[in-house]
């Protein structure tokens, strides 16, 4: 790996660099691959207006979109020399969700390089606030003393521009009962967050999870305590007996709140797009059993068949994804018990392609010597799906494989961002709600690309 030469960047030039490049990446993981016609946009008389799903919250009575929209990866573009967000584009894209139904928005301060929250309340205040539901989150990951986690929480106000949150999340919880400790109990901030839902600044509070199956039931044992009023759980058909790396399967997840009566909020219905980008013979396989409808409905119907889901978010970024998304729920068709069999047998076939699973949530970003690493571990995994990773240089379309991927890497990843640069100094790791190995996992990519330009056998 190469270290030499390579200083630490700051966040002004982390934003210059990222620039459009990795917008690249950014159509493969938000939604679908193409709406149902095969087009890219569908025409506004295709989109039902007045056919969203919606369920009931039980401790308010209120009715929410079944899709919600996730706010971390809004378009961006070059502005003075800065990535910033396309607000324009954000706008259109709140206002088309509106229109169809969509009326559950959830965010966080630290979304898109900490412009998120901006961009949201940008939009959303062109809107009368009793017509949407917000969403944000306690981000004090790395500054957790009482003083900037109560900064953080009135400044996501002002960023939004709203006075009262309809759902208040601990962010990111689940690591260790050590750090849930540090960024909530000690400082006293679990208490504080009680008393603002007491003065009605917070409806809903509630917390997100990725970790062991331990803190789960810690942090679900303060149920008696504070009375949590969702919980906000990665859930999904290949999560649901499957799940990867430290992440617990959906299913304890979910049941666990099932016998609580506690609501869950779902994220990562398609892990980042990998469940709307599958390998070409798994497409195959579900459009054969549902030709008309997008692969990426797949999850959503599955998610949805289960009666205690509030909400379930999606990022998208284009309107043929938004459009293709609101076609899933508008009406919502749940699943039928042979249907989610055959999702669960696809799961098993989709084990058999190791993919990386990386999210593209760029919680690791930016990395202190500028590697583009959700960048590098997409391109890899695109490889995968597509074929086009060689397991060995007999293999009979090696000479294509290895074509395919050392030139498609070079176009998705500036050759100063690549995996080579990496210096193995773990800054990445903590940040990874997937807990993934992030060096180790470039180490092995960058074996694997010097293995294919020096043709040697794996």
Known sequence: ?????????????????????????????????????????????????????????????????????????????????????????????????????????DTAPVYVQGMSETATGIALQRHPR???????????????????????????FKNLQVDYFDY?????????????????????????????????????????FHGSADVFDHILAYHEKVHWDFVLIQMNYSDWRNARGRNVNAEYLYTELEKRGIPALIMEPLLGGRLSNVPAHIEARLKM?????????????????????????????????????????????????????????TA????????????????????PYGLDIPAILLHYNRCVNEGNLSKSSQDENYRKARRAFLIGY??????????????GCKQCNPHCPQRIDIPREMRRIDQYIENLKQGKEF
């Not at 050590?178 to 917390?207: P, S």
């Not at 068949?305 to 970024?317: Q, R």
């Open 410 to 423: 070079d176009r998705a990843v500036e050759k100063e961002r690549q995996a080579a640069y990496c210096t």
């Open 130 to 156: 009793e017509s949407y539901f917000l969403s944000t989150k306690m981000s004090n990951f790395s500054n957790a003393s009482r003083e900037n986690s109560i900064m953080m929480y009135e400044n996501s």
């Open 289 to 345: 059993q549902e030709p008309d409808r997008s692969v990426a409905s797949w999850s959503f119907r599955f998610n949805g068949s289960y009666p205690n889901i509030l909400c379930m978010l999606s990022g998208m970024v284009y309107e043929e994804h938004l459009q293709d998304n609101i076609l899933s729920f508008s009406p919502f068709t749940p699943l039928t018990d042979d249907e989610k069999e055959f999702l669960f047998e």
């Open 1 to 105: 790996m190469k270290a030499e030469n390579k200083n630490n960047i700051d966040r002004r030039e982390f934003i210059k660099r990222i620039g459009a490049g990795s917008m690249l990446t950014v159509a493969a993981l938000s939604g679908c691959n193409v709406n149902k016609k095969g087009g890219s946009t569908l025409s506004d008389d295709e989109i039902p207006t007045d056919k969203m799903e919606y369920r009931t919250n039980p401790k308010t009575g209120d009715k929410v979109s079944l899709l919600g929209y996730g706010c971390m990866r809004w378009p961006t573009i070059e502005q003075d020399g800065k990535t910033v967000i396309d607000q324009e584009k954000v706008n259109s894209l709140v206002d088309y969700a509106i229109a169809h139904g969509v009326n559950f928005f």
């Open 348 to 367: 098993e076939l989709m084990l058999q392609y190791p993919t990386i699973p990386c999210n593209d949530c760029k919680y690791c970003m930016p990395c």
């Open 168 to 208: 208040y999340l601990l962010h990111n919880i689940g690591g260790s009962v050590g750090d849930f400790n540090r960024r909530f109990i000690d400082n006293g901030m679990l208490d504080f967050l009680i008393e603002e839902r007491e003065k009605g600044r917070i409806k809903n509070l509630g917390w997100s």
